[in-house]
């Protein structure tokens, strides 16, 4: 759905089916068969070695993939490239899109290994090379040290996208869950420094502000992987200050209507059955007051983490369509 001032409001139009897929419920009772802990009972060291635990290396393949460390803030930040199409970078052919992505976790767990088919499978269904970004995490390191790794890899894939094979007119911020949250973000702190231009967003199921205002909260905040309660134990390892939690940086939905309508053209991916979807719904709803081009997928029948289930055993047909879905959407944005 493209929203806009005049069109139907995404928060209207975001909902969730009668029943989650079969391949979904599938999954939930897989992962609830394994009976591990919730993260809420963990340290935050306890639970990235879990979550960690679960990552396997992935069989989809790409032309080149490239580890490498860049410096950053404080020390040195760990990226990963991904090129689809690595002879198209030597052969001096017409430059593309790139995209930096930044991985979900709430801002506590996850990692570039987390987020690895992930990323594969956005850089073959768009054929853009992908930067993914493993920022530092919480509360170790509480907003905005992860947000200022996020801006510095944005930085560096500006100052190295000739070397990509990328377009720096052409810059895609992209994440899921905090990943897009950070992704938003970094968008907005691009434009307070005068930094890269920032050319579209991809944000999946992202945290915009405080969604426990919102009725998909406290419909699906249990039994569909994400809990509410999970989610205030990231929001409380992620803010030191409670201030912080109004910072336009930290819930973008806050941010004036001015201040939100510098950013670029958005899509906004969320999940029937996912606490999060109302808040991202209502993100996009300010976009769209902000009059930023915003189109609304909403996938009525998946939860929280859906992009990311792309193999066995967790994989499902959707996230493949949802993947196609925002290929479609930067292919049709910048080319």
């Known amino acids: 759905m493209r929203s806009s001032p005049d069109d139907s409001r ?20 897989l992962l609830e068969s394994m009976d591990a802990p919730s993260l809420t009972d963990l340290s935050p060291e306890e639970a990235r070695a879990a979550t960690e635990a679960m990552v396997r290396d992935s069989d989809i393949d790409v032309a080149r993939v490239e580890d490498r460390r860049i410096d ?3 020390g040195e930040i760990p990226i990963r490239i991904y090129d689809p199409a690595p002879e198209r970078a030597a052969d001096g052919a017409e430059s593309r899109p790139t995209i930096c992505y930044v991985h979900g976790g709430g801002w506590v767990v996850g990692s570039i290994d987390g987020a690895d088919s992930t990323c594969r ?3 073959t269904e768009t054929g853009y090379p992908v930067v993914s970004v493993g920022y530092r995490l919480a509360p170790e390191h509480p907003f905005p040290a ?3 790794d996020c801006y510095t890899a944005l930085e560096w894939t500006a100052r190295n996208v000739d070397e990509l094979g990328g377009d720096r007119d052409r810059l895609v911020v992209a994440g899921d869950s905090a990943g897009g949250n950070l992704a938003t973000a970094t968008a907005l702190l691009t434009v307070r420094r005068g930094g890269p231009s920032v050319a579209y967003q991809v944000l999946v199921y ?19 992987l994400l809990s509410t309660a999970e989610s205030e134990w990231f929001r409380n390892h992620y803010f030191e200050r409670e201030l912080d939690e109004w910072n336009v940086l930290a819930a973008p939905r806050l941010a004036s209507d001015r201040l939100l309508s510098s950013l670029p053209p958005a899509t906004v991916v969320t999940a029937g059955f996912d606490p999060l979807r109302d808040d991202g719904a209502a993100y996009a709803d300010r976009l769209a007051d902000a009059d930023v081009p915003v189109t609304c997928r909403n996938y009525p029948d998946v939860i929280h983490g859906f992009f990311g289930m792309l193999e066995p055993p967790t994989e499902l047909t959707v996230a493949h369509e949802a993947h196609a879905d925002v290929a479609a959407d930067l292919h049709g944005a910048l080319e």
Not at 14 to 23: G, K, L, S, V, Y
């Open 121 to 123: 499978t956005l850089a």
């Open 10 to 29: 995404a928060i209207d139009e975001a909902h969730a089916a009668d029943e989650p897929h079969p391949e979904v419920r599938a999954v939930i009772d």
């Open 206 to 224: 992202p945290v915009t502000g405080d969604a426990s205002e919102t009725e998909s909260y406290d419909a699906y905040g249990d039994g569909y």
């Open 72 to 74: 950053g803030p404080v």
């Open 146 to 148: 992860g947000l200022e």
